[in-house]
């Protein structure tokens, strides 16, 4: 039997997913992430961000924005844009560029979880939030939160993990804003297709803010499992938390970013964006009106 070829292989596979689900459990917790303090992580991201005003006299309403596992793609300037276009000032939060992972290669570990998982990335969330409040041009009283995917993942980790009382594992200690005024001032958050599943920190223990969520599913999504968000919904409306949901069928998760990695099976849907986009447009409107 130990001369065949086949179950060499298949142990090699077996030791290989056994490698891969150890690391993403080890990232779960916190070990083998490199915490910074919130300066040196600011100072990494900061010249990276996108910064984007409508016209007129700020200070403005403003989004910041969290790509997919690839990075800033095209959705996130069209994302941008549309919030712009509402009277709202746009900031893109780059966690990829300054870390060197643009590349294929690098990104796709991203993706399986194996470096920069959500709750490490939520610091990035986090000195977003504290860079943004410092902004001349944001209103630090109405700042919405939209996560793509993997962002989705991390902004929702970042708000479990405070619930908590725990820390993003990639910082030191939670900005100083955050540590003074906790999450006051996050009118609200867009996750658009989140991962929800069981290495995320929201799955385990929800968050307690009561900061309303809007959540744009996918029906079937083969890259997430949309199930597990549902899950994560129902037990937060019982709680009492402000969730809304919008669950997208005949569309494929990413349906809003047309810059996509050869040989994606993933469809680009103008339909879905369109439908999308009057769904924030309404929801940014309540924040902005204060209802």
């Known amino acids: 039997m130990w001369t065949n070829p086949l179950v060499w292989a298949v142990l090699a596979l077996l030791v290989v997913f056994g490698l891969v689900g150890c690391n993403v459990l080890a990232r779960y917790y916190g070990f083998g992430t490199a915490a910074l303090t919130p300066e040196q992580l600011s100072a990494k991201l900061r010249p990276s ?67 920069l998982p959500g709750p490490e990335r939520a610091g990035d969330v986090a000195v977003a939030i504290e860079d943004a409040r410092a902004m001349e041009a944001v209103d630090p009283d109405r700042i919405v939160l939209i996560g793509a995917s993997h962002g989705g993942w ?40 989140p991962y929800c599943g069981v290495a995320s920190q929201v799955r385990s223990n929800g968050w307690k803010a009561d900061v309303p969520a809007l959540f744009l599913l996918v029906k079937d999504d083969t890259i997430v499992d949309e199930d597990s968000c549902i899950d994560v919904i129902e037990r937060m409306r019982a709680a009492g938390r402000p969730v809304e949901t919008h669950l997208f069928e005949g569309t494929t998760h990413g349906f809003d970013q047309a810059e996509k990695n050869a040989f994606s099976m993933l469809e680009f849907s103008p339909e879905a964006i369109e439908r999308a986009k009057e769904i924030t447009r309404r929801f940014l409107a309540d924040i902005a009106d204060g209802s």
């Open 49 to 115: 961000y996108r910064t984007y005003l409508p016209d007129g006299p700020g200070p403005f309403p403003a989004a910041l924005l969290f790509s997919g596992c690839d990075g800033p793609k095209d959705n996130m300037e069209r994302w941008a844009q549309s919030v712009v276009d509402q009277g709202w000032a746009a900031v893109i939060v780059d966690s990829h560029g300054p870390r060197g992972l643009n590349d294929a290669q690098l990104w796709r570990l991203v993706c399986i979880g194996q470096i």
């Open 154 to 193: 991390s902004v929702l980790d970042m708000l479990s993990l405070h619930g908590q009382g725990a820390r993003p594992h990639n910082l030191t200690r939670w900005p100083e804003s955050i540590r003074a005024r906790g999450l006051e001032g996050i009118a609200g958050v867009i996750l658009l297709y």
